[in-house]
Structures are given as structure tokens and as C-alpha cells.
């Protein structure tokens, strides 16, 4: 869990969106397509779901996670599940694993995180890294290039309680829309390159025939 920080002299691209909205998924969708077109091919986009199923509404993240590894993604590597946590205990070897394994990582942050009582049930996508257990006064390193948290209560007092008394339903519908976007974001990034592919493989056969036409 966080509360939400800016990077000094850094203002964040923002962007609120309600899950009880059907369009949310294809939103977010278009909004991680832009942003990850960006990213270098060497570049290995990891999303990193940080939580625990010992909290209803610290589980948004090891949820989302589990949703993902039900899918086939071209695009992205997921860690946190509900059998495989990224967590306070573990987000340290977690993070120096990904180094390790991964090429370049680009990380994506999915965590809970308390708000206004008007925000609850929304999710939150922000230019920047997460910094988890901010608002439990916990010192963790940050996480991510962008981060997506999802404000499953109301903060201000007595996180910890507030955490446990999440309603369930409100954690699932967010991780069930957060997972939908990604797979929607998997299937857009991989036409993508599909085109790319297809113009550059015409381009070179256009080249090629030109050169035995001029020899």
C-alpha cells in the first residue's frame, strides 16, 4: 500500500478511470499501447503486481496477477500472483531478480492504495514509480517506470483496519478490469508489430527487385 507521491520538478501524465465502466478496459488499453510503443525492443516489459491475498483489500495486485497467467501474453512478463506474492518480505529479491532474468526490464507497478471516498473504485495510471508501504510508514524501494494502483477504500485513519474491511467484489471488479486492459494492450502491441513487420519485409522485397531490375 502507498500514498500517492509526485517525483519533485517531475509533474506525472495522469489519468482516473471508474471500473464500473465498460469502456475503462479499452482506455487503458489505448493509454498502455501509446505509452509502451515507446519503449526500446531491447526492453522487456514486466508487470510487477505488488500485494497480499492476507488482506481483501491488499489483494489487488497478487489478483490482477493471477488473471494475467491465465492468458497468453506475447508482450509481457507477470510477477505477483495469489500462490506467488510480490510483497513487503520479498519486493527487494523480487526486483534483483527481474534485473537479472530480464533484459533491460521496463516495469509496470500494480498496487491498492487508499483515497477519496468519490475515488474509490478507481484505478489510477501515473508516469513515475509506485512507492509501496508509504502510507504503512514502511520503507520499500520504489517500483516502476509507470505504476497503476487501484483505490479500494477511503484513506486517512486506520489503514491497516481499512485494508482488512475491503469488500471483496470491489477489489475483483478492479482486477478483473486491470487484467482485461493488459490482455487488450498485449493483443494491440502485437499487431503493432505484426504491421511493422509486414512493411518492413515489403519494403525489402520492393529493394530487392529493384536492385536485379537495375543489375
Same mark, same amino acid.
Request: aromatic share 6%; with cysteine.
Given at each position: ?17 471508474d ?11 489505448? &493509454? ?9 525492443? &531491447?526492453? =522487456? ?7 497480499t491475498d492476507?488482506? &481483501?483489500?491488499?489483494?489487488? !495486485?497478487?489478483?490482477? !496477477? ?12 507477470v ?5 506467488? *506474492?510480490?510483497?513487503?518480505v ?12 530480464? &533484459? ?23 508516469d513515475?514509480?509506485?512507492? *509501496? !508501504? ?16 487501484g ?5 486517512g ?38 504491421? =511493422? ?16 531490375? =537495375?543489375?
Amino acid at each position: 500500500m502507498f500514498r500517492k507521491q509526485s517525483r519533485p520538478g517531475h509533474p506525472p501524465a495522469s489519468l482516473y478511470l471508474d471500473t464500473a465502466s465498460e469502456q475503462t478496459p479499452a482506455i487503458l488499453s489505448n &493509454t498502455l499501447t501509446d505509452v509502451l510503443s515507446t519503449v526500446p525492443e &531491447t526492453s =522487456e516489459i514486466v508487470i510487477v503486481c505488488i500485494g497480499t491475498d492476507r488482506s &481483501t483489500g491488499d489483494s489487488l !495486485g497478487p489478483l490482477t !496477477g493471477t488473471l494475467l497467467t491465465k492468458h497468453k501474453l506475447d508482450n509481457f512478463q507477470v510477477y505477483g500472483t495469489l500462490a506467488s *506474492p510480490v510483497h513487503a518480505v520479498n519486493l527487494e529479491d523480487v526486483l534483483a531478480d527481474i534485473q537479472i532474468r530480464h &533484459t533491460a526490464p521496463y516495469i509496470i507497478a500494480v498496487d491498492a492504495c487508499l483515497g477519496r471516498v468519490k475515488n474509490v473504485g478507481s484505478l489510477h495510471f501515473e508516469d513515475g514509480p509506485v512507492y *509501496p !508501504g508509504a502510507a504503512m510508514k514502511k520503507n520499500l524501494p520504489p517500483v516502476g517506470s509507470v505504476h497503476i494502483t487501484g483505490i479500494v477504500n477511503v484513506g486517512g485513519m486506520m489503514e491497516f483496519f481499512v485494508l482488512q474491511n475491503t469488500r471483496l467484489h470491489v477489489v475483483m471488479q478492479m482486477a478483473e478490469s486491470l487484467s482485461e486492459s493488459f490482455v487488450l494492450a498485449d493483443r494491440r502491441l502485437q499487431g503493432k508489430k505484426l504491421i =511493422e513487420k509486414a512493411y518492413q519485409d515489403r519494403s525489402f522485397s520492393i529493394t530487392e527487385k529493384t536492385v536485379k531490375h =537495375e543489375a
